[in-house]
Each structure stands twice: as C-alpha cells, then as structure tokens.
C-alpha cells in the first residue's frame, strides 16, 4: 500500500517535529517544567506555512507566549532538516 502524504499531513509532520526540537532546547537549557517561553523562528519556504496554522498548538505545547517568524534569530540554535535548516530561539520569559 502506498501512503501518499498530503500537504496538510506534512504540515502536522512539521509542526510536531518543531515541538519535539523545541522541547528538546528547553531541557537542555534546565528550564522548569511551568517556565514560560518566547520563540524566535527563522522563516523558511518550507515551514512558514505549518508554523502559522499550527502556532497555537506548538505555543501550547511548549508553553510558549509568543511565537516569531523572523529573517534572522539572533544567537539561535540551528535545526536541521532533511534538505533544510532553521534556527530558533528560545528566551525564558
């Protein structure tokens, strides 16, 4: 059986997969369960659009206030991608 994915599907792919990356900068920073977060994103073809549909779920996820498409994120951390990198920043609130 082949398993066709849809625009909509690689979006949710996407934003999951940015939540999981998220979390990940969050421990590795020792910041607290409860601590509230401000998300930088740098903007990219490919993710722009899962990023704006699904920004309340990722803020949700990872407790974020805010979430920012940018040009450029000062000092962030660099996620790579298959054919793809981003860089995020992740400043306690």
């Known amino acids: 059986m082949e398993v066709t ?5 690689r979006r949710e792919g996407v934003a999951r997969e940015l939540v999981n ?14 601590d509230k977060i401000k998300i930088t994103l740098s ?9 704006n ?3 309340d779920y990722i803020c949700n ?10 040009d450029n994120v000062e000092n962030g951390a660099e996620l ?12 306690k609130e």
Do not use: C, H, M, W
Request: glycine letters at 4%; a negative charge; aromatic letters at 10%.
């Open 80 to 91: 790579n991608f298959d054919d793809f990198s981003l860089y995020v920043s992740v400043v």
């Open 43 to 51: 903007k990219n073809p490919q993710t722009d659009d899962a990023v």
């Open 5 to 9: 994915v849809t625009e909509e599907l």
């Open 21 to 34: 990356r998220i979390q990940n900068i969050r421990k590795s920073s020792g910041f607290e369960i409860t």
């Open 53 to 55: 549909e699904y920004k």
């Open 61 to 70: 996820q990872v407790l974020g206030t805010s979430l920012t498409l940018t």
